[in-house]
């Protein structure tokens, strides 16, 4: 066994963490979410790089690489919170991928991967992200248990102005068009469910990275705040969500990969426990920042933002905690 | 990144699996500390005669040279199939490690081999009364005489003591020196009028733990491990070996009961009300995320030689699990969770001592912050 990244891994991983450093700085998050846009060559310069087709496969013009190097890119793309639509069309390509039919696949796969559309996913009568400016979405029904992909304008999508402006949301119902996923759709939700997951990753890890800069530096009563137990052990319960995340993510996208009769599980253990520490790692962000992480000029609320809508997305801590009992219960019963 | 076993390590645990089968050490007596003595003695009996009381040893001193995920197997396997821990825990996790590194060869021919053959058993004379987590301030003292030291102090929380052969025993050999490099560790012997054992009755009635009272104990010179004055140091060298595949023990019995406890939630229907359903999935994520973390953090040792983050993280989160899941085995069990011959009685008692034993979480969440984080010390 080996739980740690191979060397290419590590490569794609670091390579992404050095380009979003320098090309999504938190200057240029924060002024593109001022201006409710998207910079439009940070998205051209990642679909350059093949960011968006990563895990589609070759054959439909994809990179042909996995789910666990998809997740790389999309924590790095959480900690460095890039505006880009990356996360919604990664989780569409993956959907049609996995449920499509070949001419589903070759109609959207190409266009995906390549970047020349970007599309969407999520659960009927949610929150999307990126759906009002993509060119496709798959809906998936709220029973989970069925997936349509309709051409975004012959959907009923509805523009939302979320707390959220580092991204675009809207919420998608089913007009008359679309066209029905015959293949496995709650595998494709779990598949959207990891790669978010692993956002929530990245925004844990920025915002824990944030606050333990933070209480270095900010001093009060003559010392550093970060030297006083109480900020201290806070400090610590956020390692300990972010890691433990970390664990759970990287292992469902490592089964999402490498044992499929894993991945039901692994996907509601990892979004479970990325939307708990995404919202409480977040949240603790703002709190040991005092007064000035409650301020808008503070870049933390960004991340509390994101990680808020990003939890919530496919199922919050609740939902994914009912869907871990109720397989335990399952496995109970026929012990 | 594979998440799956190694064909070496998949034979590993073949291998083990089948001995255990074949092995099986039975029901452990309850209640009872002597009957607990003697059936972990014959339990590492058995295993040493088989070659499978210290998988983690190097093979030159009767170990199998088993590797960090192996010897994490191992105490997987033990857990699954119910065993007993052995008689000498601490001596084939602590002391052995511990005179390996630091002993001569003449201290590692007098000690390896009854440790392992569970001959001699072992304690740890570390914390004392005003020196918890705080092992700089142990003022148990040393005293050179002749070939002699003379040893006077008292010791506490030290587990098996009454049984024990021989002490690792952290004191003070210079006074004057500041409180880290004054420190000497002996290998002290307890078969003498001037230690006393006393046991100390804990909050589920059992004694797992005693006092050591120790009255000018008599070590011989040759019975120091490492140079006078470097106590500190060897003492690390135990300390890093504290819960060095233990851990997987603890986890796997800790699954177990979830899982006992969820079927309890399904034979009386409570599985079905959303707030005990929401209680057990996080009691699931996180043992989920303990045996993930917990090999993540093994990987990491191995590959990079040293801990990442996640190794510091993996005891917090065991025992506050433990005690989250004992006390939602109330709710779901009902009042007679409460009884006192009820097994979740005892497992709800137990774990108020896991936040405590070693190392409190609050001085864990010190050492992440601290030396994890970099977050500067007062």
Known sequence: MEFDFTEDQHEIKRTAKDLLGKRSTVERVRSAA???????????????????GVAISEEHGGGGLGVLELATLLEESGYALANSPLLATAACGLAIQEAGSDEQKDEWLPKLASGEITGSFGIEGQTFPDAPDSDVIVVISEDGATGTVVATGDADVVEDVTIDPTRRYGTVGLGEGGDALPGD????????????????????????????????????????????????????????????????????????????????????????????????????????????????????????????????????????RARLTAIAAAASGSR | MDLTFSKDEVEFRDELREWLAENSP???????????????????????????????????????????????????????AGAPLPANVLGLLLAGPTIMAWGTPEQKDRYLTPILSAEEIWCQGFSEPEAGSDLAAVKTRAVRDGDDWVVTG????????????????????????SKHKGLSYFLMDMEQEAVQVRPLVQITGEAEFNELFIEEARI????????????????????????????FFLQVRLRQLLDKLVAEAVANGSIDDPVIGQSLGDMLERTETLRLTAYRGLSTITKYGQPGPEGSLTKWLWSETNQMMTQLAVDIVGPQALHKDNPWAYELLRARGNSIEGGTTEILKNIIAERVMGLPRK
């Open chain 1, 34 to 52: 001022e201006a409710a846009t998207y910079e439009e060559s940070l998205w051209t310069e990642l679909v350059e790089l093949g960011w968006p």
């Open chain 1, 185 to 320: 759709a709650s595998a494709a939700l779990a598949l959207a469910a990891v790669i978010t997951s692993a956002e929530l990753v990245g925004v844990c890890t920025r915002a824990l990275e944030m606050t333990v800069e933070y209480v270095k530096d900010r001093k009060q009563f003559g010392h550093p705040v970060g030297s006083f137990q109480a900020v201290q052990h806070r400090a610590a319960q956020m390692l300990l969500h972010t890691e433990g995340a970390r664990s759970v993510t990287y292992y469902a996208a490592w089964a999402a990969d490498a044992d499929r009769t894993l991945l039901a599980e692994a996907s509601a253990l990892a979004k479970s426990s990325a939307s708990k520490a995404g919202v409480e790692v977040t949240a603790s962000a703002i709190q040991a920042h005092g007064g000035i992480g409650f301020t808008w000029e503070a870049n933390v609320h960004w991340f509390y933002k994101r990680a808020q809508l990003d939890a919530a997305y496919l199922g919050g801590t609740k939902t994914h």
């Open chain 2, 26 to 80: 039975g029901e452990e007596p309850r209640g009872d500390e002597d009957a607990i003595f003697a059936f972990r003695t014959g339990w590492q009996r058995s295993l040493y005669d088989s070659g499978w009381a210290a998988v983690h040893w190097p093979q030159e001193y009767g170990g199998r040279d088993a590797t960090l995920m192996e010897s994490a197997i191992f105490f997987e396997e033990m857990g699954r």
């Open chain 2, 154 to 177: 008292q010791k506490v929380w030290t587990s098996g003591a009454q049984f024990s052969k021989w002490c690792m025993l952290v004191a003070r050999t210079d006074p004057e020196a």
């Open chain 2, 220 to 247: 011989p010179h040759e019975n120091m491990l490492g140079e006078e004055g470097n106590g500190w140091i060897v003492a690390l060298t135990t300390l890093m070996n504290e819960r060095s595949g233990l851990g």
